[in-house]
């Protein structure tokens, strides 16, 4: 399996924290791939100017934040930007708007550039305009330069004035200060447009405003967005809402706001506003069909509906929620021994790593780890790539290493997560030894 160093440091480094890498997961990909063409179709529409929507279902390790990354990283390929973001009842509360949008804007992402890209993206977006007055036979510098670029700068934001004319009114501003040399008070109107707040009002007064985009303004800056995205050259927006579930254990008031936004945002959807967005949300099945989620609010429920087939295999892809399978001991060996590969690849001693950690080594970690679960394979995934990469570690560090006489396999209570925790049943869990079968 090769891969470039970079991605395979990438990998392995995110690995050894215990977290989902940020890039090169389609070599890590396991079960994905009935998905595939799915999501070409879906993306293909987006593109033609439509807007999409899909939830992932799957219980606490089947790979939610996984397969949302993988899914981002595809559509970066099929040129979209994109933009994930995880809710919370304290950083980011599905209800507020405002603060929504400042994390997508502050998480999104274009295959050149990882998160805050919305400079990238107007800086190609103005090149482009300028590009297109050069082929017209015009100097660059000159003021006829300039006024055909301001005019056809007003031609490209109609539909952005039409959208949200207050974007459109901060776009333009940022053109002209830049190519005045006013860099600050460009970046500043920048800031503002990504919805951070604290700009100064000396930067504010340029273009005309006053205050931090609100609760109803960040709907109309986001649809603002993407018309300018479209319009240079990317395919769309696709958006991640990872973490819902995290709604169930909210106050009732905030929850029930929280689930009506989803609603709103799902009917907006519906209704064309968004144009070019994909929008994707995850949530363990407690969320889609608890007493505490999604159920709550009618409406809701029945645009989030699917049947499911008692066969996972034969699921349809293209009803809302799509349900993520856990993992099991052959899936569990399938990813181990293509981590194992990736790692080996670059490694100093690969074939001692090959040798050493070997498919029977793979195989019996993840049944040791797993057993700290009640044998529950789908709970394990994430410490067990952790530990095979520390085990992976020794050996090719340490000629004499042997990672079932030497690895020392424990685990700690802090390395643990709420739901490991509960899964194993104790909350003092320090030092607990895994035994290799």
């Known amino acids: ?6 991605r395979r440091l990438d990998i392995i480094d995110a690995l050894r924290r215990g977290t989902v890498p940020q890039q090169g997961l389609d070599v890590l990909a396991v079960g994905l791939d009935r998905f595939e063409s799915y999501f070409a179709e879906e ?3 987006v593109k033609q100017g439509g807007a999409g929507f899909k939830a992932l279902q799957g219980e606490y390790g ?6 949302s990354r993988w899914l981002c990283e595809r559509a970066k390929r099929a040129g979209f930007v994109t933009a994930e973001v995880q809710i919370s009842e304290t950083e980011t509360p599905l209800h507020r708007h405002e ?8 998480r999104l992402s274009t295959s050149a550039q990882q998160f805050g890209a919305l400079q990238a993206v107007l800086d190609q977006w103005f090149y482009t305009l300028e590009q297109d007055v050069v082929r017209e036979g015009l100097v660059a510098g000159t003021e006829p330069f300039e006024a055909r670029v301001r005019s056809l700068l007003d031609q490209r934001l109609t539909e952005a004035t039409r959208v949200s004319p207050i974007f459109a009114q901060v776009v333009r501003t940022i053109r002209v200060t830049s190519a005045a040399g006013d860099d600050e008070t460009a970046r500043g109107l920048v800031a503002w447009l990504s919805g951070q707040p604290n700009v100064a009002a000396t930067v504010k007064r340029r273009a005309d405003i006053k205050g931090d985009i609100d609760h109803d303004g960040a709907l109309q800056m986001l649809a603002g967005l993407l018309t300018v995205i479209r319009d240079c050259g990317f395919a769309g927006l696709v958006v991640v809402l990872d973490e819902i579930e995290t709604l169930q254990r909210v106050r009732s008031d905030v929850r029930e706001k929280g689930l009506n936004a989803l609603r709103g945002l799902l009917d907006e959807l519906a209704g064309g506003r968004f144009p ?6 995850t949530g363990t099945p407690a969320f889609f069909t608890g007493t505490e989620g999604v159920q709550r609010l009618t409406p809701l429920a029945q645009r989030l509906h699917t049947d499911f087939r008692e066969d996972p295999r034969f699921d349809n892809p293209r009803a809302p929620r799509i349900r993520l399978r856990s993992f099991d001991f052959d899936t569990l060996l399938v990813l181990g021994t293509r981590v194992r590969d990736i790692y080996a690849s670059g490694a100093v001693g690969a074939d001692r790593v090959r040798s050493t950690c070997d498919d029977a080594f793979v195989r019996d970690l993840s049944r040791g780890i797993a057993g700290q679960f009640g044998d529950r394979a789908a709970i394990s995934p994430r410490l067990f790539l952790k530990k095979l990469i520390d085990m992976l570690d020794g050996v090719n560090d340490h000629p004499d290493f042997n990672p079932r006489r030497d690895g020392s396999l424990k685990l700690a209570n802090s390395e ?3 739901q490991e925790r509960a899964a194993i049943g104790r909350n003092d869990v320090d030092d607990i030894e895994i035994r290799l079968p």
Do not use: W
């Not at 089947?62 to 397969?67: I, N, P």
């Not at 603060?99 to 502050?106: H, L």
């Not at 070019?276 to 949300?281: A, M, R, S």
């Open 62 to 67: 089947s790979g939610k934040t996984f397969a």
């Open 43 to 45: 993306f293909a529409k």
């Open 1 to 6: 399996m090769k891969v470039s160093p970079k």
């Open 99 to 106: 603060t929504v949008y400042r994390r997508i804007m502050e």
């Open 276 to 281: 070019g967005l994909f929008l994707v949300i």
């Open 416 to 418: 643990l997560t709420e």
